[in-house]
């Protein structure tokens, strides 16, 4: 979540009042759907896309301070159908062009879309240093267990047994648990949630929304052309249970003792070893300063310390230094 959305009006030079800024148009769908879809009829994808539109509208934040984020992949391709500021970005690569710009920009609201693949294996490394820096963000993960674009090759959460070009005769290493690997790098919201169940995720994302930090929400989004049918198993429409995490209260009631606490750090690891399809809700979250807080501080207390000098004389003495 970003750190203001205040719209105030600058006062004009010499004191006189300042103009008023005309009223906002109200932030409808229309205004911020931008192409169609290129996703293959059935992907999971679209109603991530249409649960985006859903909060955009709902909170109705400032138009020009909304930017859609992704590196390479079907799910990826999300910025293109988002009319705001985006980038489809290098495979991989979203979240470190996502912290630049969250950092130069803590007033936009950051938000980051890919793949299992984009997220956890080229962009892997990417994600738990975003993470652990706690750099202000949300990030969905559309999991599919599969590499989508690329038409079918194994991804590090394809199950051990899927058939795929580059494991013709079944995948045989262990997949990644995403909640695991989230937990562990530091991110502090994390959740989870299912494309088919468009309420649940509508929830996660404001709820990662509100977050400050470095927020992700890892959505199981079918791939219909190359692993259908996998999540049936979490969708009580196909014969499967969607199994929610029953959140504590705080009210003092003995079932309270049952329920989860979020911010137990080792709850959330024993929840994300429950087998596939486990469950389904906010698996942590904890309040730890962001590295957008921390810098400015930072920056701040630099430039109590060196009063008034330009950047390009702060840059000079830096040089001089090195000399
Ligand atoms: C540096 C680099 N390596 C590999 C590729 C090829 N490539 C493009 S997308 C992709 C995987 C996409 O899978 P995923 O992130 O799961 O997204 P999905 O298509 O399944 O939504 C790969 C390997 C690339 N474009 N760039
Ligand atoms: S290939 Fe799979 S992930 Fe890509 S658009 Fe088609 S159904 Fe969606
Ligand atoms: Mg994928």
């Avoid at 879809?37 to 020009?64: I, M, N």
């Avoid at 400015?296 to 003495?317: M, P």
């Amino acid at each position: 979540m970003s750190e203001t959305t205040t719209t105030t009006s600058p006062v004009a030079a010499g004191g006189s009042p300042a103009i008023a800024d005309p009223p906002r148009e109200k932030l409808t769908k229309k205004a911020i759907t931008a192409d169609h879809p290129t996703w293959c009829p059935g992907c999971g994808d679209f109603a991530v896309l249409a649960s985006f539109y859903k909060v955009l509208e709902k909170r109705q934040l400032d138009h020009e301070k909304i930017v859609t984020l992704a590196g390479i992949g079907c799910s990826s391709r999300f910025p293109y159908f988002v009319n705001g500021h985006g980038a489809h970005y290098i495979h991989g690569r979203a979240v470190p062009l996502a912290s630049g710009i969250s950092l130069a920009r803590p007033d936009l609201h950051v938000f980051l879309f890919g793949g299992d693949g984009d997220g956890f294996s080229i962009g892997g490394n990417h994600l738990d240093h975003g993470a652990r820096k706690n750099i202000n963000m949300t990030y969905f993960i559309m999991d599919n267990f599969v590499y989508g674009l690329t038409k079918k090759q194994t991804s590090p959460t394809s199950p051990i047994g899927f058939k795929s070009k580059t494991d013709p005769t079944g995948a045989i290493d262990m997949p990644v648990n995403p909640m695991k690997k989230l937990i562990s790098a530091g991110a502090t919201f994390i959740a989870r949630t299912h494309a088919a169940q468009v309420p649940h995720m509508i929830q996660m994302i404001e709820r990662a929304f509100d977050h400050q930090g470095f927020s992700v929400i890892e959505c199981l989004s079918e791939c219909v052309e190359f692993f259908p049918d996998v999540f049936d198993p979490a969708n009580p429409k196909k014969g499967g249970s969607f199994e929610l995490i029953q959140e504590r209260k705080w009210d003092n009631t003995p079932e309270d003792e049952l329920r989860h606490d979020v911010t137990d750090e080792l709850a959330a690891y024993k929840l994300a070893q429950l087998p596939f399809p486990g469950v389904f809700g906010v698996f942590y979250e904890t309040d730890r300063p962001t590295k957008n807080a921390l810098e400015k501080k930072w920056i701040e207390n630099t430039r109590e310390k060196i009063g008034s000098a330009s950047d390009v004389e702060i840059l000079q003495k830096t040089f001089d230094r090195m000399k």
